[in-house]
């Protein structure tokens, strides 16, 4: 009687492998191809000026094969104990089972935890997750050896898990110091959120409060209000008068953080297997579900097309930062003289760049957008560590065989990027480019370059 007791108070899951589409096949695998192609692409064209200027030392993304060929990645973030946990249960349909992440009235979740799909169930530690290279998780070792011991990673066979990882974060507590978690907390959350395709803030009725970690948070997410789901769980605890005012409370609280025009779009609902609390509003949380899962399915289904936009994006200010350095060095040759000290030439240069055009040079001459360019005080600290002489300009970085490098990140953002979009767009296989199929008898022509 127990067992049919909880049995009936348990939600229908049906609705979730509907709208996420479980029951089809896996479209994925037509990826393929193109996933290969865009590899291809990164590494010809893009990752050459990347290493030539040393990309990865101003922004310190680096990005690697597993990147390009993982999995979208959902984030969940939050104050603790607000049922992110529970929400990843739920999705997975975990309730119940030996494999369910850990839940509980107080701060749980201490971990950094990534459940990625798997053959079998297993769990894997941070340390061989980083040693890894076929995984996106490489990069994650900077962060020293007492994070890679809080993170960790879980392997399952499950029909979502196929299309989509998730990461479940620790809860934000606003009297704990990041000294004390022993590691960089904010830092390590940039990295996820510089990769999350989906971010989901969780909130619950008793947690609206904003400290400074919350707001540290929110800092972090500027610039990717597009991602950002804010989600108010446990909503079937209150009655609905309580629940609009909690809902009017949410918004006072984060109203301050988050600047964008239009208001954020907050998901109501209660997600975690048990039935809605009765007298309370199931038809609307039912309804706010959905469309969550209809929000999740959708970056699900434009996986390749967002991430040859990344890509595409990423070459964008790889091919930015190398215009720049060209041009610092082609100031610092144009001002050294016979009688000059390289040091106080180069220093002036640096400390107002301003003064000789460098930024209004790059948008006069090749028609980049000023809302991209970088910050100023980003290349004192670049060319710190890395001396002006280690750079040839942008004329000297050509070969007879692998052509010059403007050309080649040029031809990729402006061309073959698209055109594979177009070919995924379309539902063709992308192939050979007609430069790789035939060989170039013509020089591509370039559209943002002045004659």
Avoid at 155 to 174: A, C, N, Q, S, Y
Avoid at 345 to 367: C, H
Wanted: proline letters at 5%; aromatic letters at 10%.
């Amino acid at each position: 009687e127990e067992e049919e007791d909880v049995i009936s108070v348990l939600r229908d899951r049906s609705h979730i492998d509907e709208t996420l589409r479980l029951a089809t096949e896996e479209k994925a695998r037509d990826y393929a191809a193109a996933l290969e192609r865009l590899r291809k692409i990164y590494h010809t064209s893009i990752k050459p000026m990347e290493q030539a200027y040393k990309y990865n030392e101003l922004r310190q993304h680096e990005i690697s094969d597993g990147e390009i060929t993982s999995k979208p990645m959902v984030l969940f973030l939050g104050p603790w104990s607000v049922g992110k946990s529970s929400m990843i249960n739920y999705l997975l349909g975990l309730h119940d089972s030996p494999y369910q992440l850990y839940t509980g009235a107080e701060p749980t979740t201490s971990e950094f935890t990534v459940i990625m799909h798997g053959e079998k169930i297993r769990s894997v530690e941070g340390i061989v997750m980083a040693a890894d290279s076929s995984r996106s998780f490489s990069p994650l070792e900077k962060f020293g050896q007492n994070f890679l011991e809080k993170l960790i990673g879980i392997e399952m066979p499950h029909k979502l898990l196929e299309r989509v990882t998730f990461v479940d974060t620790p809860g934000i507590i606003e009297n704990r110091k990041q000294q004390e978690r022993g590691y960089p907390f904010n830092d390590v959350c940039q990295w996820f959120i510089d990769r999350a395709d989906l971010i989901f803030v969780v909130f619950d009725p008793t947690k609206l409060d904003v400290g400074l970690e919350l707001e540290m948070l929110f800092r972090q997410l500027k610039g990717r209000e597009s991602q950002i789901r804010i989600i108010l769980n446990k909503a079937d605890n209150l009655a609905t008068q309580d629940l609009m005012r909690v809902y009017g409370a949410l918004f006072w609280s984060l109203a301050p953080l988050i600047n964008v025009t239009e208001p954020p779009r907050v998901y109501v609902s209660s997600f975690w297997p048990y039935d809605y609390a009765p007298d309370t509003s199931r038809d609307l949380f039912k309804r706010e579900e959905i469309s969550l899962l209809e929000d999740l399915n959708q970056v699900i289904e434009n996986r390749m097309e967002n991430k040859i936009a990344f890509i595409r994006q990423h070459g964008i200010r790889v091919r930015i930062h190398g215009l720049l350095v060209d041009r610092y060095v082609q100031t610092f040759k144009e001002k050294m003289s016979f009688f000059s000290d390289p040091e106080l030439v180069f220093q002036e240069i640096v400390d107002d760049p301003d003064k000789f055009y460098i930024f209004k040079s790059i948008l006069a001459k090749t028609n980049v957008s000023k809302f991209d360019l970088p910050n100023r005080d980003a290349y004192r600290d670049f060319f710190g560590i890395n001396p002006i002489t280690n750079f040839k300009p942008l004329s000297a970085q050509c070969s007879y065989i692998g052509g010059c490098l403007l050309d080649k990140i040029e031809r990729a953002i402006t061309t073959e990027l698209p055109a594979l979009l177009s070919s995924i767009n379309s539902g063709k296989q992308p192939g050979l480019s007609s430069c790789e199929a035939t060989g170039c008898g013509e020089k591509p022509k370039n559209r943002y370059r002045k004659n």
